[in-house]
């Protein structure tokens, strides 16, 4: 009897470690191949926000694993395709920083000159992210001129570059409605001047920048006819 009330005893105690192991013990972590397995799973899958957890768990705890390269590069990726562009940038220029000479380096720059190109959406705002596609773009035209990127670089400017251009004209043809004749003829002008690769853009600008610089002169000659710059005029002589 006793035999079978230690035995009784006994099995209760395993459980009762089994059930203080569950509440009380915490579980084993997913190893680096794990975390780096699931997150190429994600990707596979286009499960890109499940990817970016198991990616930044595995960038945060295994920052010396053998997938750490790896692992920001598809880090990068894994934003640029779930339309973060801004997270992707912050991502590509780390990797870029910390492994410059590695072989991905024209891949992380055209994607970063790629992701900046997206994340700019409308005409009527600044063109800072355009402009530092552009540089991204040309980095690897001067840097890598045997890229596989070269060609898709050289049609990546052009695209920057006419968005750039209509941007000015959007704000010169505002300038023009607005009367503001002087500022119109101004950014017209810049961009005949700074634009020659873009032959229809610069026609257009052309042409207005001569019909600005009409009106403007139309003003300048009114304005000299009128009292008040007669007397302003005779005050300074």
Known sequence: ?????????????????????????????????????????HMNEKEYDAAINQLTALNDRYPFSPYAVQTRLMLGDAYFLDQRYDEAVDVYDEFLSLHPRHESVDYVLFQMGVSKYKSHKSIDLPQNELAEAVESFQHILDAYPQSTYREDSLAYIVKCRTRMAEHELFVADFY???????????????????????????E????????AFFHYQQEENTNKRHPSFIKNLFRWL
């Open 204 to 211: 257009y600008a052309d042409t207005r920048a001569k019909v």
């Open 176 to 202: 023009f409605k607005s009367s503001s004749y002087k500022a119109a003829w101004t950014r017209y002008t810049y961009v005949v001047d700074n634009f020659p690769e873009l032959p229809e853009i610069v």
């Open 1 to 41: 009897m006793r035999k079978y009330l230690f035995l009784l005893v006994l099995v209760f105690f395993m459980n009762g470690c089994g059930i203080i192991d569950h509440y009380f013990i915490t579980p084993p972590e997913d190893t680096a191949q794990e975390l780096f397995e699931n997150a190429r799973a």
